[in-house]
């Protein structure tokens, strides 16, 4: 199974950018899609962007679409998670995934979890 390690979370004000990475461990990761999740208080774990094994194919949720740019290199095992015109309610903890569908926002599809990084945009 692939271990996953989220980094580059922080605190940045409104309009700022961030850029989280996911390092993986493992032979598998190339084979699997890679998503991004994240969770702010109260609420429910949400999709953020999802990318294909090849990273021929992406998808992200409406929220977030034109302001980040989900990739991943494959050579190095670690995807990434660029993040522009950051808002306020874009704080969360992000997590990242395996997945074993193409490409698909559905928790249930995830095979490993990362632990998560905090990301908080303040106003």
């Known amino acids: 199974q692939v271990q996953l390690v989220e980094s580059g979370g922080g605190l940045v004000q409104a309009g700022g950018s961030l850029r989280l990475s996911c390092a993986a461990s493992?032979?598998?990761?190339?084979?699997?899609?890679m998503d991004w999740f994240r969770q702010a208080p109260g609420k429910e774990r949400e999709f953020v962007a999802a990318?294909?094994?090849?990273?021929?194919?992406?998808y992200y949720a409406d929220s977030v679409k034109g302001r980040f740019t989900i990739s991943r290199d494959n050579a190095k095992n670690t995807g990434y998670l660029q993040m522009n015109s950051l808002k306020p309610e874009d704080t969360a903890v992000y997590y990242c995934?395996?997945?074993?569908?193409?490409?698909?926002?559905?928790?249930?599809?995830?095979?490993?979890w990362g632990q998560g990084t905090q990301v908080t945009v303040s106003s």
């Open positions: 995934a395996n997945s074993r569908a193409l490409v698909s926002p559905l928790a249930a599809d995830v095979v490993s």
């Open positions: 493992g032979r598998t990761f190339s084979r699997y899609s």
């Open positions: 990318i294909s094994s090849t990273g021929g194919t992406t």
